[in-house]
């Protein structure tokens, strides 16, 4: 697996590439926001600092966002939830905070890698619901003929939930099939994307909050 891995602390960003390559993977240094946007259409998952020499890692994150979907876990020092809170909504798909457990980081970036489709449970690779279309293969939606921009994790959720239209699904299995079993008691983070796939799409009681159990799609 291709790794980014944007760090300016060469203590830091060099221990990190070499624990990367003793487990398979083909990790790039990069010290600068302005590397990353540069050659993030190389890479599988970014692992990216939030204090970086030429501009903040929040807003670094920002602009990839208009760029590309490719999956990112923030690994920094920051710890305050305010943080937590604007990388999350900020489309990054997971926050350690260091110092990091290596074997913890190396489970998060793969969890973070893993694109999870579920088309072999609908037959069909695009889905029309009402004036929804999402590609389930493209991992494109729009609403209304408009394209609306999701995150990796905002269209997992997604696509986990139109896949199962008319189902209950629980948190934790949300929770299991996005983020895997280490995630589970974390359940902020999914709030945190429910609630901003819900403002993207504006389409309220297409999905359905079942009290003390979880969601539904409605359509």
């Given at each position: 697996?291709?790794?980014?891995?944007?760090?300016?602390?060469?203590?830091?960003?060099?221990?990190?590439?070499?624990?990367?390559?003793?487990?398979?993977?083909?990790?790039?240094?990069?010290?600068?926001?302005?590397?990353?946007?540069?050659?993030?259409?190389?890479?599988?998952?970014?692992?990216?600092?939030?204090?970086?020499?030429?501009?903040?890692?929040?807003?670094?994150?920002?602009?990839?966002?208009?760029?590309?979907?490719?999956?990112?876990?923030?690994?920094?020092?920051?710890d305050d939830e305010r943080s937590v809170v604007r990388?999350?909504?900020?489309?990054?798909?997971?926050?350690?905070?260091?110092?990091?457990?290596?074997?913890?980081?190396?489970?998060?970036?793969?969890?973070?890698?893993?694109?999870?489709?579920?088309?072999?449970?609908?037959?069909?690779?695009?889905?029309?619901?009402?004036?929804?279309?999402?590609?389930?293969?493209?991992?494109?939606?729009?609403?209304?003929?408009?394209?609306?921009?999701?995150?990796?994790?905002?269209?997992?959720?997604?696509?986990?939930?139109?896949?199962?239209?008319?189902?209950?699904?629980?948190?934790?299995?949300?929770?299991?099939?996005?983020?895997?079993?280490?995630?589970?008691?974390?359940?902020?983070?999914?709030?945190?994307?429910?609630?901003?796939?819900?403002?993207?799409?504006?389409?309220?009681?297409?999905?359905?909050?079942?009290?003390?159990?979880?969601?539904?799609?409605?359509?």
């Amino acid at each position: 697996m291709r790794i980014a891995v944007v760090e300016d602390d060469d203590g830091v960003g060099d221990a990190l590439v070499d624990a990367l390559t003793e487990v398979g993977h083909a990790p790039v240094r990069m010290s600068r926001g302005a590397d990353l946007l540069l050659g993030y259409h190389a890479m599988d998952v970014v692992l990216l600092d939030l204090g970086l020499p030429d501009m903040d890692g929040l807003e670094v994150l920002r602009k990839l966002r208009t760029l590309s979907s490719v999956p990112v876990v923030v690994l920094t020092a920051r710890d305050d939830e305010r943080s937590v809170v604007r990388a999350l909504r900020g489309g990054a798909d997971d926050y350690v905070v260091k110092p990091a457990r290596l074997g913890e980081l190396h489970a998060r970036l793969e969890v973070a890698a893993r694109r999870r489709s579920a088309t072999s449970d609908t037959g069909t690779d695009r889905l029309v619901l009402e004036d929804i279309v999402v590609d389930l293969v493209g991992r494109g939606v729009e609403v209304d003929g408009r394209d609306i921009a999701l995150t990796t994790k905002e269209f997992d959720l997604l696509a986990h939930l139109v896949t199962r239209r008319g189902e209950a699904v629980s948190r934790e299995q949300l929770m299991d099939a996005i983020w895997g079993n280490a995630y589970v008691a974390i359940s902020r983070t999914l709030d945190v994307h429910m609630t901003a796939l819900r403002s993207k799409l504006d389409r309220p009681g297409t999905i359905v909050t079942i009290r003390g159990f979880g969601y539904r799609w409605d359509t």
